[in-house]
């Protein structure tokens, strides 16, 4: 999945599966995730919001399934 930086203190880049509705956040620590059965709406509005961090934090962590994969 290709990934696209952004600007954000904690989030480094985010890439988003369609088909698959997999969000895949890679945060400056170097450590990657995916969340499952994420809407493109959430993934639209996470690439709006002008706090990354915060949108993760409010709209997708502890709301979707998630996979650490690095």
Known sequence: ???VRV????V???GY???????EVEFHS???????NVTEHKYEG?????????YLNDYI???Y???QIR
Do not use: C, T, W
Not at 7 to 10: D, P, R, V
Not at 17 to 23: G, M, R, S, V, Y
Not at 30 to 36: D, K, L, N, Q, R
């Open 65 to 67: 399934r998630y996979r």
């Open 30 to 36: 170097g450590s990657i995730y995916h969340y499952f």
């Open 1 to 3: 999945m290709e990934r």
């Open 61 to 63: 962590k502890n709301v």
């Open 17 to 23: 599966d369609a088909e698959e509705q997999i969000l």
């Open 12 to 14: 480094r880049a985010v």
């Open 46 to 54: 996470l690439m709006r919001a002008s706090s990354k961090g915060g």
């Open 7 to 10: 600007s954000s203190s904690n």
